[in-house]
């Protein structure tokens, strides 16, 4: 069983819907993180998150430690937002990273 | 400025040959990762290197090795390529410690062995 679980694996919206990408883990955590990949792209940190809630631009990410659980929103969704959207956990000790296998978004126009 | 940076980004081999990649990062960070990214986009860790220690995922074959030779540098050898070895590779870094430091990927190096 993997240590961090997203939903939906895959996800397709229509420009501008609003979109959530949930992720929920087993290990004691310093940090979650939210990373995007674009097609063939590389991969970017879009939030790190130790508690409560961030914003960048349409971008929400929140974090629940007590639930074990995370959320990413995107609001008014746009073509460019299509990637690979990924569910990092920083446990508690060492330097390891557990991964969420991924949720594929695809905006359609 | 390329933050982490890796070579090559395309590398196309046959079978049983020994290939290595390279990874550079010029963040001064002390802890470099690599992973492995399979077809169904599933990102597993490989090592954790810190200039101090190297943490082995204890799944990965020991046809793979890391090798530091500084700290700016982790590269990734691998001998005896496999097709099951077919995969993207990112090297990235961060600062060490279990503070919110962000971690930064390279651009991946795509793998194929035939």
């Known amino acids: 069983k993997n240590e961090v679980e997203q939903s939906p694996q895959n996800l397709t919206a229509q420009e501008g819907e609003f979109i959530t990408i949930n992720c929920s883990y087993s290990v004691g955590i310093s940090a979650l993180h939210w990373l995007q990949q674009h097609p063939g792209g590389g991969i970017v940190s879009l939030f790190m998150?130790?508690?409560g809630k961030k914003k960048h631009g349409r971008l929400i990410a929140t974090i629940n430690i007590q639930e074990k659980h995370s959320s990413l929103h995107i609001t008014a969704s746009h073509p460019r937002d299509s990637a690979v959207y990924i569910c990092?956990?920083?446990?508690?000790?060492?330097?390891?990273?557990?991964f969420g296998t991924g949720t594929s978004l695809t905006v359609i126009p | 400025d390329t933050a982490v940076s890796q070579t090559p980004k395309y590398l196309v081999t046959q079978m049983g040959n020994d290939k290595s990649i390279k990874c550079e990062q010029n963040l001064g960070h002390d802890t470099m990762y690599w992973y492995k990214q399979d077809s169904k986009k599933f990102l597993k860790i490989m090592f954790s290197y810190n200039n101090k220690e190297l943490i082995i995922n204890e799944t990965v074959p020991n046809r793979f090795s890391p090798k530091s030779p500084d700290k700016a540098h982790l590269n990734l050898h691998i001998n005896s390529l496999e097709l099951g070895d077919s995969a993207v590779y990112f090297c990235?870094?961060?600062?060490?410690?279990?503070?919110?430091?962000?971690?930064?990927f390279g651009p991946g190096t795509r793998l194929t062995v035939t």
């Open positions: 998150l130790s508690s």
């Open positions: 990235a870094s961060r600062r060490a410690g279990q503070g919110l430091y962000e971690q930064y």
């Open positions: 990092a956990v920083q446990p508690n000790t060492g330097n390891q990273f557990y």
